[in-house]
């Protein structure tokens, strides 16, 4: 898959350290992905979600670092890509105020 953008993981791993290892392993793996629906994407990371935002859309959320973080996503499978959308603490994630701004 093509990641749209790397550039703001390097972001979240230089403000969050201790996601840094984690972000990375992601990436590894998600660029060398093939996925053609959300069944392909639970293959490589089980725990992977659907949440519905207020616009409407569907983002996938990936826990990273042991549940202690949240990325969230959007990806278009028929283009291979996976834009990259935040990058939540737990405390983040759990308050829903993200939500409302996607």
């Known amino acids: 898959m093509r990641i749209i953008t790397s550039t703001r993981l390097r972001t979240y791993w230089t403000e969050y ?3 840094k290892s984690s972000l990375e392993h992601w990436l ?6 093939k996925w053609f629906h959300v ?3 639970r293959r490589t990371f089980p725990g ?3 949440v519905t ?3 409407g859309r ?6 990273i ?3 202690k973080y949240r990325l969230v996503t959007v990806i278009h499978y028929n283009t291979r890509k996976v834009f990259v959308l935040r ?14 701004d996607l």
């Open 58 to 63: 569907t983002v996938v959320i990936f826990n």
């Open 53 to 55: 935002v207020s616009s």
């Open 65 to 67: 670092g042991g549940n």
């Open 28 to 33: 590894v793996l998600a660029r060398a992905a």
């Open 48 to 50: 992977a979600g659907l």
């Open 17 to 19: 350290r201790q996601a």
């Open 87 to 100: 990058f939540l603490t737990q405390a983040e994630y759990d308050s829903q105020r993200w939500k409302e």
């Open 39 to 41: 069944p392909d994407v």
